[in-house]
């Protein structure tokens, strides 16, 4: 085969990755559209993932173990993180809180060697627990935590990917950062760990979390924006140990 002709080809597989994972890109942006103010747009967030995905298509070296669908879902999330985050609508008393919280949450546990309760963080913030509880609604709210703002970089958890894997979970099976995080999230209490585990996992929005444990919308919010505050100080801890 000559060199045009290779490159042919090549430009034809990367345009037939592209069309064959289009429909990951509207999962992903729906996925996110669900914890997201009511001012953005899906197809902005779609927008940014197709970004993503052609991204993804052009660096995508199958050599380092990951599937490409694995590799394009990190790649098309972060983009649409990106675009949503280059126009910073959070207030900044939200900032302030969510670092608050999570000293709040640091300084429990390294006092009490255990998790740490609503109550404990609240009781440690000073405030009431309904406000505690509103305080991490708005955190939820107003940034998208996920396992990539857990203090690693993308590199970090796309290199440790391994190929064959079938969910996101499997995937912390293998490498430093996932055993280290596998680890982290058996730690938690049970109810924040199933809410992890069915919103990244199996891929249920809050509302249908929230069906399924018998709570509301916004009690399935403040679950998942403490358990991913409290993983973020478990693995900041991590990351000290590795430097």
Same mark, same amino acid.
Request: hydrophobic share 40%.
């Given at each position: 085969?000559?060199?045009?002709?290779?490159?042919?080809?090549?430009?034809?597989? =990367?345009?037939?990755?592209?069309?064959? &994972?289009?429909? @990951?890109? =509207?999962? /992903?942006? &729906?996925?996110? @559209?669900?914890? *997201?103010?009511?001012?953005?747009?899906?197809?902005?967030?779609?927008?940014? %993932?197709?970004?993503?995905?052609?991204?993804?298509?052009?660096?995508?070296? %199958?050599?380092?173990?990951?599937?490409?669908?694995?590799?394009?879902?990190?790649?098309?999330?972060?983009?649409?993180?990106?675009?949503?985050? =280059?126009?910073?609508?959070?207030?900044?008393? $939200? &900032? +302030?809180?969510?670092?608050?919280?999570?000293?709040?949450?640091?300084?429990?546990?390294?006092?009490?060697?255990?998790?740490?309760?609503?109550?404990?963080?609240?009781? +440690? @913030?000073?405030?009431? /627990?309904?406000?505690?509880?509103?305080? *991490?609604?708005? $955190?939820? #709210?107003? =940034?998208? /935590?996920?396992?990539?703002? @857990?203090?690693?970089?993308?590199?970090?958890?796309?290199?440790?990917?391994?190929?064959?894997?079938?969910?996101?979970?499997?995937?912390?099976?293998?490498?430093?950062?996932? +055993?280290?995080?596998?680890?982290?999230?058996?730690?938690?209490?049970?109810?924040?760990?199933? $809410?992890? #585990? *069915?919103?990244?996992?199996?891929?249920?929005? *809050?509302?249908?979390?929230?069906?399924?444990?018998?709570?509301?919308?916004?009690? $399935?919010?403040?679950? &998942? #924006?403490?358990?991913?505050?409290?993983?973020?100080?478990?693995?900041?801890?991590?990351?000290?140990?590795?430097?």
């Amino acid at each position: 085969m000559s060199s045009k002709a290779a490159a042919y080809q090549q430009m034809a597989d =990367k345009n037939e990755l592209v069309e064959r &994972h289009a429909p @990951l890109v =509207k999962r /992903i942006a &729906h996925h996110l @559209l669900a914890r *997201l103010p009511a001012s953005v747009l899906v197809d902005d967030l779609i927008q940014a %993932g197709m970004i993503g995905l052609l991204e993804a298509s052009r660096n995508f070296d %199958g050599s380092k173990g990951a599937s490409f669908e694995t590799f394009a879902g990190i790649r098309i999330r972060g983009s649409m993180l990106d675009e949503i985050r =280059k126009g910073d609508w959070t207030p900044r008393s $939200v &900032h +302030k809180n969510g670092r608050a919280i999570t000293e709040a949450i640091r300084q429990v546990e390294r006092e009490t060697g255990r998790d740490a309760r609503d109550v404990d963080v609240a009781e +440690k @913030l000073q405030v009431g /627990i309904d406000e505690y509880h509103q305080m *991490l609604l708005e $955190v939820n #709210s107003g =940034k998208l /935590i996920g396992i990539e703002d @857990l203090g690693v970089t993308e590199d970090v958890v796309t290199n440790e990917q391994t190929k064959g894997s079938d969910t996101p979970f499997e995937d912390l099976l293998q490498g430093s950062f996932q +055993k280290a995080l596998a680890h982290a999230i058996t730690t938690l209490p049970e109810r924040e760990a199933i $809410v992890l #585990s *069915l919103y990244y996992d199996e891929e249920l929005n *809050l509302r249908e979390i929230g069906e399924v444990l018998d709570v509301s919308e916004s009690r $399935v919010s403040q679950i &998942h #924006s403490q358990a991913m505050l409290k993983l973020k100080v478990r693995m900041q801890s991590w990351q000290n140990n590795e430097n």
